[in-house]
């Protein structure tokens, strides 16, 4: 089986090195955001589902169909669903719905191909199944997922409605927080691992730091929303197999393992908001939180790298005050026993300004989204 992966704009890359460090073969994919996995078993995955930090939403791969970019593609659409072995997924208590995607011109629209899909899988089901499916557009118990570009690449979406950049632990809800996975990937280029002393100076509701403390004890990314996925309402995957697949990812937990992982922030109410999305997803023993300034804070010599989401967009305020910030924060990295400093900001000429004037030398940059804002991760080291 093929499986489609979707993860944020410019870390795909990322996640087919992580797919490809655990012997998996992936195949290209004309969409950014995107990673196709080739001729994976079923054990492998549910293994990606449950463990991977770096995606969003996946689907099984039914169909590929070439497209001409005609308003006759929606006749060859209809008919691909009409005989696609989705089909024989459904059931006549089981829901479905239609969700599609579309790059590039073409003279139809992302809801057109969505709609002749779904017609082709009604009539399908009428004519081979004898029963015409249920539809419900808000909560599918089977949903269909479609890419439209130069193909139509077309499945059964996995994870359901809501990506997996939603862990399941966040109860305090920042204005701005940074999606899990845009988290995983600066905590990834950090290159923070075991021994090593991570610092988060602008926490807000402590998102790096509880993704770097789960990463260390090696709770699974899926492990609060294990009860979730779509898959489950259907009989696409084993249910059997993926209890035994998650309690043994659940076992290998090392719970006593010691973390060195520091949050702070100028604000007190976020910090309450980090504690208690620490408790949540169970690592409030693995972070010390501090309410400070950068200058304030007092285990500046005992880090090993920072990493950090400083303000932009919603989260700017004053540019002024924004531009000051960065400046403390090189300033600390410079003074500190930091070797690495790895943030996402949209503007890496400013803060690459900002970097040189303390000797720090930009050894990574990365154009990515976070949402619909265009960032760029950089990944700075001391010259």
């Known amino acids: 089986m093929d499986l489609v992966l979707s993860t944020e704009r410019g870390i795909e890359w990322l996640l087919e090195e992580e797919l490809k460090g655990a012997g998996h073969k992936t195949a290209p994919f004309p969409f950014l955001g995107r990673v196709r996995v080739a001729d994976l078993t079923e054990r492998q995955i549910l293994k990606i589902l449950y463990t991977n930090p770096l995606y969003h939403k996946a ?11 005609h308003r006759r593609d929606l006749d060859t659409v209809y008919w691909a669903a009409r005989n696609s072995p989705i089909i024989d997924l459904l059931s006549p208590s089981l829901s479905f719905g239609v969700k599609c995607n579309r790059k590039g011109h073409h003279p139809y629209q992302s809801q057109e191909i969505a709609s002749y899909i779904g017609a082709g899988i009604i009539d399908g089901c009428r004519t081979k199944r004898g029963f015409r499916p249920k539809v419900n557009l808000k909560d599918p118990d089977l949903l269909v997922a479609a890419d439209a570009f130069e193909k139509l690449y077309m499945g059964v979406e996995l994870v359901g409605l809501e990506g997996m950049h ?25 290159g923070y691992g075991d021994g090593m002393c991570l610092w988060d100076p602008m926490c807000g509701s402590g998102t790096i730091p509880i993704e770097a403390a ?30 035994e697949i998650t309690h043994q990812t659940d076992e290998e937990i090392n719970w006593h393992k010691g973390c060195c992982i520091f949050g702070s922030d100028r604000s007190e109410k976020h910090i309450k908001g980090a504690l208690i999305n620490a408790e949540s997803a169970l690592v409030e023993r ?31 305020g004053n540019p002024k005050s924004a531009l000051k910030s960065l400046k403390e924060l090189f300033i600390t990295f410079a003074e500190s026993k930091a070797q690495v400093l790895v943030m996402i900001h949209p503007r890496a000429e400013q803060v690459q300004a900002v970097a040189e004037t303390t000797g720090s030398h930009l050894d ?20």
């Open 364 to 383: 990574k940059l990365i154009k990515a989204y976070n949402g619909n804002v265009e960032a760029f991760i950089m990944r700075f080291v001391k010259t």
């Open 59 to 69: 689907y099984i791969l039914f169909e590929e169909v070439k497209l001409e970019k």
């Open 286 to 316: 693995k972070i010390r939180f501090y309410t400070c300034s950068l200058s304030e804070f007092p285990d500046v010599q005992s880090i090993d790298t920072i990493v950090c989401n400083p303000p932009y967009g919603i989260r700017m």
């Open 214 to 243: 789960h990463r260390q004890i090696g709770l699974a990314p899926a492990f609060f929303r294990k009860k979730d996925f779509l898959f489950l309402r259907s009989h696409i995957l084993s249910r059997e197999l993926w209890s």
């Open 166 to 190: 939603h862990r399941g632990w966040r109860i305090y809800n920042h204005p701005a927080a940074l999606k899990s996975t845009l988290a995983n990937a600066l905590i990834r280029l950090s």
